[in-house]
């Protein structure tokens, strides 16, 4: 799997049954010519994955991902989603670290470095999302939160690995409320990003792409794509319409 930026992704959370993934993708696809720029990637709900992997199949710029993964691979762990099963039902990549993991279901640094881990030993690629709340950013504290979430994931990485890592910048404050980073505010967070990973792997860090996220519509997406150092976005409420999706991935073509 090669992934070309710009990077558009859909996390739809709680949204879209099985039957409501066929017919998104059944809108979507004539709107999206298969030599489009850049890369598209859906994550739906875990019991509409293989209802987009079917849809998709014959669309190699399409991928599928799964929106969180368990650490462990197998076991007695109700309720839970490993990598490896994933990777079975046809994922090839997996959101790790979103804000809601985080804040709304408590998940440590710790435990979202393990499901780092697992999603790359099970083959997958995986989108790391880190960012800081409103209250950190009005301290001043928001760079070092994000590189206190970079560091723990980037310590344990392999050169080798790097090909299959995407970051997600996503301020809290921005994720649905309808307030938005500026295109100045994104590019400065991209560019410490940056700088926090090549501190680890050097050049090779300029290769990581590093996806904007947090209230992104049709409106706004250009700008935000056009900034520096963002290679793609991350969309929440604007990927759950065919059409409205499709005139952003439309964007860097």
């Known amino acids: 799997m090669t992934i070309q930026t710009p990077v558009i992704a859909g996390n739809w959370k709680l949204n879209h049954g099985p039957e409501e993934t066929r017919a998104f993708f059944r809108a ?10 850049g890369t598209i990637a859906i994550f739906p709900p ?21 929106q969180d993964v368990y650490w462990e691979s197998r076991g007695a762990f109700t309720g839970e989603i ?26 440590s640094i710790e435990e979202t470095v393990k499901k780092v881990r697992a999603v790359l030993d099970a083959e997958l690629s995986a989108i790391l999302c880190v960012g800081e709340t409103i ?3 009005e301290s001043g504290a928001a ?8 560091e ?8 080798m690995e790097l090909s299959r890592v995407l970051i ?26 940056r700088e926090v990973l090549a501190k680890h792997f050097g050049s090779a860090a300029s290769a990581i792409p590093i996806l904007y996220g947090g209230s992104v519509k049709q409106e ?8 520096p150092e963002v290679d793609g976005l991350l969309i929440g409420g604007a990927s759950l319409e065919p059409s409205t999706f499709a005139r952003i991935c439309a964007i860097p073509s």
């Open 28 to 37: 979507l696809l004539p709107e999206v010519p298969a030599d489009h720029v």
């Open 220 to 227: 706004n997406a250009p700008d935000l794509l056009a900034a």
């Open 143 to 150: 760079q070092g939160v994000v590189t206190g979430q970079l």
């Open 135 to 137: 209250e950190e950013r």
């Open 168 to 193: 997600a910048y996503e301020p809290v404050w921005a994720i649905g409320t309808g307030r938005t980073a500026s295109p100045a505010d994104a590019a400065e967070m991209h560019l410490h990003v």
């Open 82 to 107: 490993s990598a490896p099963l994933a990777h079975e039902a046809g994922a090839q990549l997996a959101l790790v670290g979103h804000s809601e993991r985080r804040h709304v279901f408590g998940e």
């Open 152 to 159: 723990p994931v980037a310590g344990t990485l392999s050169q």
């Open 46 to 66: 875990s019991l509409s994955l293989a209802a987009a992997v079917e849809v998709i199949a014959t669309r190699t710029d399409i991928l599928a991902g799964v």
